[in-house]
């Protein structure tokens, strides 16, 4: 691909904070050239499999296709294998959902909801490999040219935000220009990680999308900690240092073993990353190193450009875990935008193994998947209405011992479900602690028409208390559930 795919910003080695300006104006910079990734001549499209029906399943339909995503920098291009999959009869799709596959040239079938939607529905389905930038081809090579030309340029279009987004939008592409099978009027991203971060950024930037639901991403906030490693705060490092200790000791009521994982999973997130020792050798000004964790995941901060998808008709939702530090910002994303369409998940975690002492990972709960399911029959059919996040109030009683707690809900909104969520002294984001945390609940009576009331009872008045409430709602045999904004009681 030629350089008419390269990334128009507006960033400069002496002025590091353009680009967070111009972001500050909803999405006024021109982040992405739009008519190059939209041209289907530069995918440089290689068949793999042509158009045929799954063996297994010879009511879907099948084609396995590799595109150059872009030319990242001279001589590097970034390519993935795509699969497309519509029914096999029909005809044309008018829906389309983008989604994510592995790194293999193999066809991948949907499975679970996005299953559900092409065999019942007649949804496209889009799949498109990509993962951490180590993994994907030249493996083991890809990051380090990445981090290698960010050092040297300062432009955040090489950090992985940048790449992953652009994945998706190109994977669209690709399916666009299969004209005889899909012509849609609506396109749904999804994605959880890595792929909910490029659900954010392809949404916020290509009006094509008309909808997305990004799982275990950041609406607000830095996702897991500092860009540049070693720039972490000194309390951070002392509290994993600490927890540590008391993981050998027995005293945290986990096995001591998930040290290995979380050990993996921090080299894993280094691949992404720059060092301090790098950014000073390259010359980084202190200004533009303090800089740089923001300016790299300005792109898929959805609260920047929240009029420019109020004014384009974008529909999303947020699934997110209260336990995952890659969604930090949840208290100030509640305290700002009481309104914002999500469902946070009390005590929910990332993603990753089980090995890491994770049991509430938050992909893998039913009801966030039940969630994706119902906003896609919302977005796509109208099938049902979704509901907004409650009004809470809170107040307690004067020895501080009782906390009062009511959610309430539009007139004609009654949720079956609704329960009161709340964790004692929550630690801070980004430290391990954070990520098990213990939350307690307890059901909500109704007390008139969409209203619903919890009282807790404390032994000793809490010192930091967080709460949050969750509401599930079932109309036309589709659960979904929402959550209040995330407030701190205390």
């Known amino acids: ?87 096999a009869k029909g005809g044309v799709c008018r829906n389309l959902l983008v989604a994510n596959m592995g790194l293999g040239l193999k066809p991948a079938t949907p499975r679970g909801e996005q299953l559900e939607l092409l065999k019942k529905h007649g949804v496209g389905v889009v799949l498109i490999g990509m993962g951490t930038i180590d993994a994907m081809k030249p493996a083991g090579k890809l990051h380090l040219g990445m981090k290698k030309h960010l050092l040297k340029t300062k432009d955040v279009r090489y950090t992985p935000a940048w790449i992953w987004g652009m994945s998706q939008m190109r994977a669209l592409t690709a399916a666009l220009a299969e004209t005889a099978v899909f012509r849609p009027e609506k396109v749904l991203a999804t994605g959880g990680s890595k792929r909910g971060v490029a659900t954010a950024v392809a949404g916020i930037h290509d009006d094509r999308f008309t909808a997305i639901l990004p799982v275990v991403a950041p609406p607000l906030g830095n996702p897991g900690g500092a860009m540049v490693i070693g720039t972490e705060p000194r309390t951070q490092v002392a509290a994993d240092q600490r927890f540590f200790a008391e993981l050998a000791a027995g005293r945290l009521g986990l096995d001591p073993g998930i040290k290995q994982a979380l050990d993996e999973r921090s080299g894993r997130r280094a691949a992404q990353r720059v060092t301090l020792e790098e950014v000073k050798a390259a010359a980084w000004s202190d200004a533009e190193i303090r800089a740089l964790t923001g300016r790299c995941w300005d792109a898929c901060r959805i609260v920047d450009f929240l009029p420019s998808l109020k004014a384009r008709g974008v529909e999303y939702f947020y699934e997110v875990g209260a336990n995952d530090s890659v969604s930090p910002g949840l208290l100030e994303l509640g305290r700002r935008y009481p309104d914002f369409p999500i469902h946070i998940v009390p005590g929910g975690q990332h993603g990753g193994p089980a090995t890491a002492g994770f049991t509430r990972r938050t992909p893998l709960l039913p009801e966030a998947k039940q969630n994706f399911l119902t906003f896609a029959l919302h977005h796509f059919h109208g099938t049902r209405d979704l509901i907004p996040a409650p009004r809470v109030t809170q107040s307690w009683s004067d020895d501080g011992l009782t906390l009062h707690v009511e959610a309430a809900f539009p007139d004609g909104i009654a949720p079956g479900e609704n329960e009161l969520w709340w964790s004692i002294d929550k630690s801070e984001p980004f430290t391990l602690f954070f990520e098990y945390d213990r939350w307690d609940s307890k059901a909500m009576k109704r007390l008139r028409s969409g209203v619903y009331v919890a009282d807790v009872v404390f032994k000793v008045p809490p010192k930091r208390l967080d709460i949050v409430t969750t509401h599930t709602h079932v109309e036309k045999g589709l659960p979904f559930t929402v959550s209040s904004p995330y407030l701190r009681a205390r």
Request: proline residues 8%; positive net charge; hydrophobic residues 45%.
């Open 1 to 87: 691909m030629k350089t008419n795919l390269a990334l128009s910003l507006c960033v400069s080695v002496s002025a590091s904070a353009c680009l967070s300006s111009a972001l500050a104006a909803n999405g006024s910079a021109r982040l992405f050239d739009l008519p190059a990734i939209r041209d289907p001549a530069t995918l440089e499209t290689t068949v793999i499999q042509d158009w045929k029906p799954v063996a297994k399943d010879p009511t879907i339909r099948q084609k396995l296709i590799e595109i150059t995503v872009c030319d990242w920098w001279p001589g590097r291009k970034v390519r993935l294998p795509v699969t497309l999959n519509a029914p």
